[in-house]
Structure formats: C-alpha cells, structure tokens
C-alpha cells in the first residue's frame, strides 16, 4: 500500500506522463480525492497539472459558464453535449497535452466518462458520446479514470441534500446541471432521484465501451481511506 515518502516518490516517477482522470456521481467526493492525490504526488516530487472539466481555460470557462448561467431545461442535450465536448477540446489543446508533453501528470476532475453517464441518462446515446469525443479530443484519452462510486442517498446527504428534495422544480429537464459545485441549487432539485440513480449504473458500466481503463473505487468512507483505496489502483497500473 503506497503510503511512504519512497512510495510518493515512485508513483510520481511512474505516473509521468499520464493522464489521469478522477469521476464519479455527485457527492462521490471524486473531487476531494484529486486535491489529495495531487498533494501526494507533489509530495514526492512530481509535476502535477489540475484541472477540471468542463471549463480549466479561457474559453472552456466561458462554456462553462453558458452551462451554467442557461436554463439547461430549455437546452437540447445535442447542443448541451457538443458544449461539454466544445470545452473538452480546448482543454485538451491548451493544458492536457502540453502538459504531458512536458512530463507532467495531469489529473482532473471530470472528463467524458460523465458525458457519458449524465448525457446518457438524459437520453443521448454513450457510444455516441465517445465518437464525439474522438473527434474532440483526438487521441488524448486518459491513461486511467478513477469512478468513485457512492449510492445516491450518500451521495445527497454529502452535498447537503436528500432524497424528498430530488425532483423538485420539474420544469427543468433533467440535464447536466449538478455536473457543477457552483450549480444553483433549483437546478439541483430539478434532478429526479430517478435520474441520478441511472447516472451510477451508466457510471459503473462505462468500463465496458470506453476506449481506455476504468477503474471502479469505494467511495464511502473516510477520505484518507478513500485515498488509500484510490492509492492502491493507481500503483498497479502505474508501469
């Protein structure tokens, strides 16, 4: 189990280079667990690029913004899907492949892995997501993508909601909006408990069509013993 000086110093060693992406339903504290790993591995001396999808740029903030500020009820989850791969592909371009061009280890939060579990479960095809995303991102797929996987009911109760407020406001569709920290909370409640649950089962079958590993991590629990979870599927495939 990595949890030594030497042990930070040889991840970050193996890990140069990669592309590492960290996913997972709201309150799956996939967040979290990037900043700890990105302190893990700066800790042993490693360059860590973080950045978060959508947005980590100039125009990907911009997008995000539009994803944000628009009432996504209105929206047609082809234009809310081409936005999120719009943003992707800047963020690409701009961080991601310098960065690992460079040697660095990027790690961010988000990528299409939650296209593919939100955008699908309001009704656009996976499989299309990921051949959208081939001509986004090129072949800049991530190396690994770590899914941190909670029930919903966890899930809510992290984020300070629970399962009466789900489906509130449903003149909102069910669209992307909870793909953000900084959502309005109306957006929020405009989430039927429904739809968030199919969002964990596309996030825990996506392993079966996406293009590069998927690696399924408990996410309950305390966060040091989430890392060290995390810690544990990352040293094995860091070769």
Not at 183 to 200: C, G, N, T, Y
Request: glycine share 10%; hydrophobic share 40%.
């Amino acid at each position: 189990m990595p949890d030594t000086p030497n042990d930070a110093r040889t991840l970050a060693a193996n890990l140069r280079g990669r592309f590492i992406v960290f996913d997972g339903p709201d309150g799956s504290g996939k967040s979290t667990q990037r900043r700890m790993m990105a302190d893990y591995l700066t800790s042993g001396g490693g360059e860590v690029v973080s950045c978060r999808d959508p947005g980590g740029t100039e125009i990907g903030d911009r997008i995000r913004s539009v994803l944000l500020d628009f009432d996504l009820g209105k929206m047609d989850v082809n234009c809310e899907t081409l936005l999120f791969m719009a943003s992707r592909a800047q963020l690409v371009a701009e961080v991601v492949r310098p960065a690992l061009n460079a040697g660095r280890i990027v790690l961010c939060d988000r990528f299409v892995t939650s296209t593919c579990a939100y955008q699908g479960a309001a009704g656009y095809n996976v499989e299309r997501v990921i051949e959208l995303a081939r001509f986004a991102i090129g072949d800049s797929w991530p190396h690994l993508t770590v899914l941190f996987d909670v029930d919903v009911e966890t899930g809510f109760k992290r984020i300070g909601r629970t399962a009466a407020h789900a489906g509130k406001n449903r003149a909102k569709s069910d669209t992307g909006a909870t793909l953000f920290e900084d959502a309005l909370p109306d957006a929020m409640e405009a989430r039927s408990i429904e739809f968030h649950r199919k969002v964990r089962r596309l996030f825990l079958e996506v392993g079966a069509v996406y293009p590069t590993e998927v690696v399924t991590v408990d996410g309950t629990g305390a966060p040091d013993v989430v890392h060290q979870r995390a810690l544990e599927c990352m040293a094995r495939v860091a070769h």
